[in-house]
């Protein structure tokens, strides 16, 4: 699934999220454009997330990348990779989070409880 995310209506964010397809029936027909994908994970599916590991680093937008943010082609951006693991093992569950600056500086917010920070 791919979602992109604007402000003020300028894009800020793009999200390709890979999950497994299994004894997740209908997920393709949900709404998502007003819910949280973890929201509907978790009340519909009962799938909860229980931990993970986050890997970030600066990249070049490639031509898919710049053109759903509208920046030139090799523009830096902010790349994220989560993987989550949850209540039920044969569930996986991996996303990817494009952000571009404003005004030159990045900005995060995380829930400092459900993180942990390890630079490799």
């Known amino acids: ?3 992109s995310r604007n402000y003020n ?11 497994s ?3 997740i029936p209908r997920f393709a027909s949900r709404l998502f454009e007003s819910r949280s994908l973890f929201d509907i994970l978790r009340t519909t599916y009962q799938i909860v997330v229980k931990g993970g590991e986050q890997k970030k680093g600066a990249i070049k937008a490639d031509s898919k990348i710049a053109q759903h943010l509208s920046v030139k082609l090799g523009h830096p951006v ?5 993987k989550f693991d949850t209540n039920k093992p044969a ?3 991996t996303h ?4 571009i600056p404003k005004d030159g500086q990045f900005m995060g917010y995380f829930d400092a409880d459900k993180y942990k920070c390890q630079d490799q």
């Not at 902010?78 to 989560?82: A, R, S």
Request: glycine share 4%; aromatic share 14%; no cysteine.
């Open 78 to 82: 902010l790349h994220l990779e989560q």
């Open 96 to 99: 990817q989070f494009i952000v």
């Open 91 to 93: 569930f996986s569950s």
């Open 9 to 19: 209506d300028k894009p800020i964010f793009y999200g390709i999220n890979l999950i």
């Open 1 to 3: 699934m791919e979602r």
């Open 21 to 23: 397809n299994i004894n």
